[in-house]
């Protein structure tokens, strides 16, 4: 790409940027377009030019001999030997720069302007000038390419909603224009990682590895640039040679040592991903135990272990690996080497800087968490073990105090709740519908908090929810190609209410049968409350649309259950028959309801047991339109008999008292639906509507250029460089209202769930989610490596309590999905806040004219909150109790509407038989 006269570049991109700016404000659409990308590459170019330079200059080892003339021994000549290196070596810099790129003044360019690239304020410029010359696709690449790098950003958020309505445009033109490719394979990787596509999670990873090692040899090379006098003018400067040198030298090997921050960020996420290499790796050794490649398995958990040599999950990961390969042939896997060169050189470095840092106090932050406690200096490492310890005191101190003041709120509240029982006790309150039965009460159920209604939707609601439950799994919610976790005989899937709206919305699944879903929830949350007379509202806590089906092949030598007997709010432990209500078990439920709606299937019974998990009180018989309703304490032990043929579905309900549980999906959920809510038949018109204008033939009129002077001419002449980022937006975010096309406000707008925007919002600084130390569901039980742990997400809220009753080997994940659940708490809270912020933004319009696109924003915002939470997950260890002998009540289905209340022997005579 050499220009004519030998050089990479002919203009330095200042000048082409600031001609670019000139043009824009003469509405020299061309012309910007011309000179902006013409910045763009000039810029790409310095960088490359910069890069290859330094990069050879260092390859080349030695510069020669010293000269054999200078005749001096000792010091002197080992100094001149070294002299002779930096001297050839500036010299091999600057004149490979010089052939390059021509004198400097052609490529130094002013902070300014440097800040403006970072920001990518250029496609902000691009984005308005393709617009007006109508090429769409390079219009959205180069908004979204800017917003990318601004999420807070209202108008460009617009202009890219209003994109994404538009016909003509595609989900691909929404383009990272500056997408860095270690980056972008990472994230790939995880984005397979978290499908359980661990073959492709690993490609990615591995080449996101690669990627890395070049993006750092970039990052660590560009670094070799001039000594920043940060702070004192460099007129007063006057270090000596040494001093200087080292000054400098300490600012590049700071910068350098900074690339591993630089690199784990990505524009628009709000913090770099923490421990990005090592990441990699833990990412890598998962993925490939799960494609069964032990070597590589053991070589990246090697791999992380050099960064972290006492974590414990990854020692234990490592040491079931090996007994799986051999221990002979895993121990003579290595690490990776390049990995092993990186660390020694950064560890080098940072010897240096705190060396640096002891001597001449120049501030060193490591910015790497595996650094060993070793290379820092003693002096250092007191100071901040005080500091720490401080901060630790006050922690606690505040800790304390909030303790108290939660005891007190507590204990207000049990006051309360205590009270709440005791009103709430005397069950048996109107059902609300005409339709509902109540079939059986506690006192017919053996228990308490117990009631069995009937009739609760109709034959064709359960079968178009059982629909919705199969045409969700299909399209893949993440349990796709999951066996159900508690049992290896059936699958399991499952949707929630707000994933089920965001289908709908989305066209994969009817719109009408997610708002049924939302629907029917509802009405069994009504019932309740009134059945069980409460006197303050029930919040819904988690709701959840599941099918278990039976794999065939396994069923005939099975003993397990669908899903084991469990407390829906505590710990059951059946040993001593306590049930403990303490985290991880969801102790803020009150109330849980299941809604059967089919019968079609062999097994699958409800059970509520006694405390002891065994000893089976009654028994509730699946079918449509059927609920059961119970207390989600230590009243109602509970759990479901295998499922030994075909399909059970079933919506899963738990509610909360407290209203600070209040689930928040739901109410994401509401919005959205309120947001579409015509009429079922319009639905139909407005999808109709919506295809026509998408087809290509309705290709939006072109704008009229007469109309936007006006506007254009609005915008104060102001030197760019002051308010840069404001100045373009002006015009196009107003353009949507002159195109008629607009529609109406209310019609939805859809723009795709995971807009472009959406990964930072995701999991930033993400650490291995829910699964590196994840070990496979049928490894076999009781050796210390196998660990069965962690299903994905959602559904884990569901199963965590019934997996305490499952017999499982000391844990060494638990401490870490501990840390890591509550890292993950924390990591939620952001984006939460930031969307709220965001909403505040948008509700302040500017000006009358535009405040008839803002809902649009406001709307599209709402739809994207932010993602997973994980869950917490009961890793308990119970073993299985004593048989013994009782007797339940039962409530059969075989002869239509009868019930059949009938003692019969405990659960575990029957599953000996
Ligand atoms: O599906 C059922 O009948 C009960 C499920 C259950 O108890 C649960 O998911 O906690
Ligand atoms: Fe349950």
């Known amino acids: 790409d050499l220009q004519p006269g030998g050089h990479v570049v002919s203009e330095p991109y200042d000048f082409l940027f600031d001609a670019a700016v000139e043009a824009y404000y003469k509405n020299d659409w061309m012309s910007v377009i011309l000179h902006m990308e013409k910045a763009l590459r000039s810029s790409a170019a310095v960088r490359r030019a910069k890069v290859s330079c330094r990069i050879g200059c260092a390859n080349r080892t030695a510069f020669g001999d010293p000269d054999p003339e200078v005749g001096l021994g000792g010091e002197a000549v080992e100094d001149l030997v070294f002299f002779q290196k930096v001297l050839r070596r500036a010299q091999c810099v600057s004149s490979c720069e010089a052939d390059k790129l021509g004198p400097a003044s052609r490529h130094k360019i002013s902070d300014d302007v440097k800040l403006e690239f970072t920001k990518r304020t250029p496609y902000n410029y691009l984005q308005v000038a393709y617009f007006k010359i109508n090429k769409l696709d390079k219009a959205v690449a180069a908004a979204n390419t800017f917003f990318l790098a601004n999420p807070d950003h209202v108008e460009m958020k617009q202009n890219l909603d209003y994109y994404k309505m538009m016909a003509g445009v595609r989900e691909e033109d929404f383009k990272d224009l500056e997408a860095r490719p270690h980056m972008a394979e990472f994230l790939l990787g995880k984005r397979y990682y978290s499908d359980d596509s661990f073959g492709l999670a690993a490609e990615h990873f591995e080449r996101a590895v690669q990627e890395y090692f070049q993006a750092d040899q970039e990052c660590r090379v560009l670094c070799e640039g001039s000594y920043d006098y940060d702070g004192y003018n460099y007129m007063d400067y006057n270090a000596d040679l040494f001093q200087s040198m080292t000054d400098h030298y300490m600012q590049v090997l700071s910068c350098k040592q900074r690339c591993s921050v630089e690199l784990a960020s990505s524009v628009g996420m709000p913090k770099p991903f923490e421990d990005f290499l090592p990441a990699h790796f833990n990412y890598l050794q998962f993925s490939y135990y799960n494609s069964e490649k032990y070597e590589k398995a053991i070589e990246c958990a090697k791999t992380f272990l050099m960064f972290h040599p006492e974590d414990e999950v990854m020692n234990q990961n490592l040491a079931y690996y090996s007994a799986v390969l051999g221990e002979d042939k895993a121990s003579t896997l290595i690490p990776r080497q390049v990995v092993k060169q990186h660390m020694q050189q950064s560890l080098l470095e940072k010897e240096l800087l705190y060396y640096g840092y002891e001597v001449f106090g120049i501030t060193f932050v490591d910015p790497d968490t595996w650094t060993p406690a070793e290379i820092m200096p003693q002096k250092l490492r007191d100071k901040q073990k005080v500091e720490r310890e401080t901060a630790a005191r006050i922690t606690e101190e505040i800790g304390n105090l909030m303790k108290e003041i939660e005891n007190l709120v507590e204990e207000k509240n049990k006051d309360l709740s205590d009270i709440n029982k005791i009103i709430t006790t005397p069950e048996g309150g109107p059902v609300l519908y005409d339709n509902i039965q109540i079939s059986m009460t506690s006192k017919q159920l053996n228990g308490s908090q117990r009631v069995l209604l009937d009739g609760v939707i109709s034959d064709d609601e359960c079968r178009e929810l059982h629909r919705l439950s199969n045409a969700a799994a299909q399209e893949g919610d993440g349990y796709r190609a999951r066996p159900s976790p508690h049992s290896p005989n059936e699958i399991f899937q499952g949707v929630t209410v707000l994933k089920a709206v965001k289908m709908g919305q989305e066209g994969k699944v009817p719109l009408k049968s997610a708002r049924l879903f939302f629907d029917m929830s509802e009405k069994v949350r009504k019932v309740l409350e009134s059945y069980f007379r409460l006197e303050t509202p029930l919040y819904f806590s988690y709701s959840h649309l599941v099918c278990r089906s039976a794999v065939e092949e396994t069923q005939a030598e099975r003993t397990d259950h669908s899903h084991p007997v469990h ?347």
């Open 567 to 913: 407390v829906d709010n505590c710990v059951l432990v059946s040993e001593t028959n306590e049930c403990i209500k303490v985290p991880p078990a969801y102790t803020h439920r009150d109330y849980s309801a299941i809604l059967y709606l089919n019968d079609d299937f062999e097994g699958g019974d409800f059970i509520f047991t006694m405390l002891d998990g065994k000893t089976v009180t009654a028994e509730v018989r699946p079918r449509c339109g059927r609920v059961v309703g119970f207390g989600s304490g230590q009243e109602n032990p509970h759990g479901v008999r295998a499922v030994t043929r075909g399909q059970r579905c079933a919506v899963a309900l738990w509610f909360t008292l407290d209203p600070v549980h209040d689930e928040k999906e739901r109410i994401q959920a509401q919005d959205m639906l309120k947001m579409f809510s015509t009429p079922v038949d319009q639905e139909f018109a407005i999808t109709e509507a919506k295809k026509l204008e998408a087809t290509p033939t309705e290709a939006p009129p072109p704008t009229d250029p007469e109309l936007m002077t006006a506007e254009s001419m609005d915008t104060p002449q102001q030197p760019p460089m002051d308010t840069p980022q404001d100045l373009p937006m002006d015009t196009p975010q107003d353009l949507p209202m002159d195109t008629p096309q607009d529609p109406p406000m209310d019609t939805p707008q859809d723009p795709p769930m995971d807009t472009p925007q959406d990964p930072p919002m995701d999991t930033p600084q993400d650490p291995p989610m829910d699964t590196p130390q994840d070990p496979p569901m049928d490894t076999p039980q009781g050796s210390p490596m196998d660990t069965p742990q962690d299903p994905p997400t959602e559904e884990k809220e569901k199963l965590a309590l019934s997996d305490a009753q499952v017999e499982k080997p000391a844990d060494a994940g638990k401490e870490k999905t501990q840390k890591e659940t509550a890292s993950n708490e924390t990591k939620s809270k952001a984006p939460k806040t930031k969307t709220k912020a965001e909403d505040k933004v948008k509700a302040k319009p500017k000006n009358g004219d535009k405040v008839k696109s803002k809902p649009k924003a406001a709307k599209a915002e709402a739809k994207k909150q932010p993602a997973k939470t994980k869950d917490k997950q009961a890793t308990k260890k119970a073993s299985k109790a004593p048989a013994k002998k009782t007797t339940k009540a039962s409530v059969k289905d075989q002869s239509k509407e009868s019930i059949d209340v009938s003692a019969t022997e405990s659960e575990n005579d029957k599953d000996e038989l």
